[in-house]
């Protein structure tokens, strides 16, 4: 996975749910394209159309809360956004998103708008926005997280590994 | 060394060693489940990881709940490619109608005490009524369950929650789950556990602590667990092993005044925009459903059935029910309450989530009205951005398909 790359910002606001990531009626699918035509849909129909390949979803707190479907994130990546940043995560959509291989940046301070110009740096842990100039720092991650998310998921992870580690946490 | 809290002492047996909050550790995982949303892709997963068998198929839970029967041929295919691994593998398939996922767990005694379960539904929560470490995850998480038998987590934080006093008459273990979301709110737990105790809880059946349970994930807990003071099972169960040490340590503390609760009413978008029910009074009322994980047990319908004996839904109005399990439905059928429910004009949906993830079935029309027994009230949650959700008790919810309109079920009494 590259681990530096710069996208134009969506921006969003708190308690974005599952729901509206994808809603429970698309969810029914192993199509993975028929996902990412509905993804946002009931937060903003016009995202679809917004959304340029490698584009960066900005967002405030607790994103991706309620269910468990990974569809949410998977919905996101097949869409083409390259990285979702947020004041913090739901605990299973931040997990999901690692465990596919989409890449979630929790940035507690984030200040960006719309159409503004971010730059990403996963090794480093770093958010640039190059149009505010400005530089954040991202929470710290679980070295296991950061070894599923280089190898590109966890189905690569484990494919190599076989199983956890406990060592390697 | 500190006390432990039950999420510590729990992991602690399943890391092998023992582990406090904010460690990172790996554990043997007891079970694993999946529904009709999760486990088409789960079951990719576990084959592009290799996998062939799961570790224990037959602590491998299949179930077809959420889209069930399937409304469509993409559907049904999904429901196929489960049955067809159930057959390969010998990991245990609940098909069409059995139930909700949640509910058969329980049911047929397929969770116990001090495991840790794993499900790829968030609501796996719920197994903490009977003292479980039991928590949603996705399903490549789920996959690497299935291929390894282990997982790896950050052990929680937890939450101390006492809810002092006896409930009223009138006021239901729901009614305690919306009042908890809405003083912890939304977000008020992620990453961590949250155990729920309190004089209140004592009297309380296994179904209503799976009703309390069920909410955790409404405020983003990992897991919820309800202290066994007053559980009965049946068969013996190691209380301590499931009970916090006097002196573990809590991020929080909080009470609620049980003694003092009203009927609560969650209002849409937000499971946590919680209020009395006072406030909410002549809100004008389409749809009415009784069901889901929280709700659909034979002690909801009966409270449905005391208020709708004898009477008739408001013209206008549709009553959904659907039993969380066949076996709900089977015992209601036989001590009458179906017939009492149907009477007063509801219609029955298989046994399953039904309208609660609108997948399929009973879809609200733009600008409408629901009162539900549900935990999710988001937009579009329903299957319909425009509808309208408000989650209540299933006796608020019996009162409003009488009335037309939010009432107090007390007033309807006399
Ligand atoms: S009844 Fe609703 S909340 Fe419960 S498992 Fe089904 S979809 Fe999820």
Redesign the pocket.
Known sequence: MESRFTGRAHVYGDDIDTDRIIAGKYTKTLNLQDLADHVLEDLDIDFRSKLTKGDVLVAGTNFGCGSSREQAPLALKVAGVSAVVAKYFARIFFRNAINIGLPVLEVPDLEADSGDEVEIDLKAGVVKNLTKHTEYRASAMPQVMIDILDQGGLVAYLKKNGTYDASAL | MAGMTVAEKILSRHAGRPVAADELTVIDVDAAMM?DTTAPLAIKAFREMGGTKPWNPERTFLVI??ASPAPNERIARLHDIMREFSRETGAVLYDVGEG???QLMIEDDRVRPGEAFFGA?S?TCTYGALGAFATGVGSTDLAAVMLTGKTWLKVPRTIRLEITGRIRPGVEAKDLALAMVGKLGFAGATYQAVEICGEALVPMSLDERMTIANLGIEMGAKAALVHPEGLELPYDFDASAISPDPDASYVRELTIDGAALRPQISKPPRPDATVDIDELIGTKVDVAFI????NGRLRDLHAAARILEGKRVAPGVRLMVSAASQKVFLAAAKDGTLATLTAAGATFLPSG?GP??GTHLGVPGDGEVVVST???NFRGRMGNPEALVYLASPSVVAAAAVAGEIVDPADLED
């Open positions: 529904s709940d959420h909700i996922c949640h539904d609501h069901g889901t994980c929280v989530c609660c993830v549900a935990n999710r």
